[in-house]
């Protein structure tokens, strides 16, 4: 990250303040993030709704994302500055995927991230948990409302295709219960084997799982805004990995469990170490030595 004296002065927060941040979306973001911004750090969201998202990459998989997640999400981050001709964006992207514990279940990653060109600063807010992604093939009206039913239909809406889930979507963001007993009966007739394959709608409008970590992936980017380097003030001052080996309560040997945070600066490089409070001892359940 390069950053020049304007964002290392001690006054960035200061600078954002009642300025217009570009937001470019057309699925809802600005009612997730427009209040954040405001109460957080005092600047307005500039809503862009000019350019259609989808095109760097659907959720609905029409068209698939170009480069990493961040890639796409600092793209968007800069058409929605060109549009409105703000000099602050931001940008959100989610990704699915299985989660990082057991790789059984629907997972998603949010990520907010924040462009400012005039200084070089870019910092990206993150949350991730479980996901709505559920997905079945059915034949029928009874299963497709079975189905509906776990998939948490109405508030999370659906996405019905023909025999299969590369099949091009027939229906999207279906949240009502007629409407879609009617699409099911229209993709049934457009479905070579008779099958239809019905999914969640991932898109954030859509999803209202997606938008609880949203909110908290712009939550953490507040956090990093207001978080300074003790050294050179510049944003973005956080823990960038743990330190692992409290002993155990009873052989007294490193574990695993964490006994520090390691924080750092990306801009003049400052680590520091600071000791995660709570118990000096890790439960020996959470030794290899001692529970094996």
Known sequence: ???????????????????????????????????????????????VDSFDTDELGSFTREIPRAGSQRDAARRKAQLGMQLSGCTLGMASEGAFGADPHSGLL???TEIVLWLDPQTGLELLGYADGPAAAAQATVRDLTAMHDFARTAGFPMH???LRPDHADAPPQFKGL????????????????SASGAVYAENDLRAHANPTRQTLIRQAGAHLMSLLKSACPDCATPGFRISDLARGLPCEWCRQPTREV?????SCSHCARHERRPRGGLPWADASRCDRCNP
């Not at 964002?7 to 200061?14: E, K």
């Not at 006994?259 to 924080?263: G, K, L, R, S, Y």
């Open 106 to 108: 629907a997972w998603d």
């Open 157 to 159: 809406h659906l996405v």
């Open 259 to 263: 006994v520090a945070e390691i924080w």
């Open 1 to 47: 990250m390069r950053t020049n004296d304007t964002a290392r002065s001690g006054d960035y927060l200061a600078r954002c303040r009642n300025q217009g941040v570009a937001l470019l979306t057309r699925h809802g973001k600005e009612a997730l993030l427009g209040p954040l911004l405001a109460e957080e750090l005092g600047a307005r969201l500039v809503h």
């Open 175 to 190: 949240s009502d219960p007629a409407m879609l007993a009617s699409a099911f009966y229209a993709t049934r007739a457009a």
